[in-house]
């Protein structure tokens, strides 16, 4: 038989258990979160794309939006035109997968794309990041299409 002293220190002993469980959940997040900074939701500002001793410069802030939005394990890309799909310029593209990050190399391996041919494929990017902006640079290989190419993309971290 319990006593009023032992139901007492049992309530208390629950009760620290519980705060302890909540701290450390709240230290675990806050560590994670310090550890990967590159979740988030990026806007593309400018694409590089160097193939073949060609430079092309894209500029995603006139014509065309395109996000990327990064949790602690996946990531998705939307892009579309800016006039609603109602002239020349109409477009929709997207895609999504997996990625890893170990120090300042962030491989994306995509999963799903609009432009199939792209699906399956690894894609290694060195990454720097610094206030709000991020930029990421590696080479694109995509062989059943054709692609093998050097591709910089700077991007600015949105706000709520």
Request: proline content about 1%; overall charge neutral; charged content about 20%.
């Amino acid at each position: 038989m319990m006593t009023q002293y032992t139901k007492l220190m049992c309530g208390l002993v629950s009760c620290a258990t519980l705060l302890l469980a909540c701290e450390t959940k709240k230290q675990s997040d806050a560590v994670h979160q310090t550890a990967l900074p590159i979740i988030g939701t990026w806007q593309l500002i400018s694409g590089t794309t160097i193939e073949k001793g060609d430079t092309t410069v894209t500029w995603y802030t006139k014509n065309v939006s395109f996000i990327k939005i990064i949790n602690d394990t996946h990531f998705a890309f939307l892009k579309h035109d800016l006039t609603k799909g109602k002239d020349s310029t109409a477009s929709f593209g997207a895609g999504g997968g997996y990625y890893s990050l170990k120090d300042s190399t962030y491989t994306e391996h995509l999963e799903y794309c609009s432009d199939r041919e792209w699906e399956g494929n690894d894609f290694p990017f060195t990454i720097t990041i610094q206030n709000d902006t991020l930029v990421q640079q590696g080479v694109e290989k995509v062989e059943g299409a054709g692609i093998n190419r050097l591709n910089i993309e700077r991007y600015v971290r949105l706000k709520k």
